[in-house]
């Protein structure tokens, strides 16, 4: 997955619990981003991040926090973990050629909250 | 505001047959549409991609089909095979911020 890496693929955590994802990725790229998948909602932004220390939220950011110290690692955190944050959680970094930009995307995590 | 509209959400289709995969936008401002294939445990990858300034565009089996005047496009699977079996998303993008808008996706099932 062109150098993007997520840990861990498989989650179980219990309701209230802090959990954090983390995102490395090996090409040097600027942005980084957090998606999360579900059945009929597709893909939905939940932060990015546009540099080190730099992040701004998505459209469902409710619930989660991401840091970004090092511009391989972009880590997302469930502060308190709830069961509609159950989900598979993307991390995505975009690139840029031939006039248009694009996404590749980790293999994902699941994470299931109980 | 849901900037691009999907549809179906799940498709069922004879092997040979053609999958047809349509999406409609929003927003005129977009630099071009790209289509994200994701097969089970993994993530979206890129397929094929259109600028609004071509009305088709085809990679061997696949092919975008762009209608700028009604802001829709389309994906088409020729000769769909059991391997084409996926979910499918469509995006919008904006190529100024790495502005990326995702279709709610499609699930494709080819019957061998």
């Known amino acids: 997955d062109a150098g993007i890496t997520q840990s861990p693929r498989h989650k179980v955590t219990e309701t209230g619990t802090p959990v954090t994802l983390r995102c490395h990725q090996t090409?040097?790229?600027?942005?980084m981003y957090w998606y999360r998948q579900d059945p009929g909602h597709g893909l939905r932004l939940i932060h990015y991040s546009y540099g080190v220390k730099d992040t701004d939220k998505g459209e469902v950011s409710d619930g989660y926090s991401v840091s970004r110290s090092k511009t391989e690692d972009f880590l997302l955190t469930l502060e308190s973990a709830t069961s509609s944050q159950t989900s598979v959680y993307f991390c995505?970094?975009?690139?840029?050629?031939?006039?248009?930009?694009?996404?590749?995307f980790g293999s994902g995590t699941r994470l299931t909250v109980v | 505001q849901q900037q691009v509209k999907q549809s179906p959400q799940s498709l069922i289709v004879q092997k040979g047959g053609i999958s047809i995969i349509n999406c409609a936008y929003e927003n005129t401002a977009f630099d071009y549409f790209p289509w994200y294939q994701q097969f089970p445990g993994k993530g979206p990858a890129l397929l094929i991609a259109?600028?609004?300034?071509?009305s088709e565009k085809k990679e061997g089996r696949f092919t975008i089909s762009f209608n700028k005047s009604a802001k829709q496009f389309s994906l088409h699977i020729m000769d769909s095979q059991p391997g084409d079996s996926a979910t499918y998303f469509c995006?919008?993008?904006?190529?100024?911020?790495?502005?990326?808008?995702f279709g709610t996706g499609t699930s494709l099932t080819v019957i061998p």
């Open positions: 259109i600028r609004p300034d071509v």
């Open positions: 995006a919008a993008v904006k190529n100024t911020g790495n502005q990326f808008y």
């Open positions: 995505a970094i975009s690139d840029t050629g031939q006039g248009r930009v694009w996404y590749t």
């Open positions: 090409e040097n790229h600027r942005y």
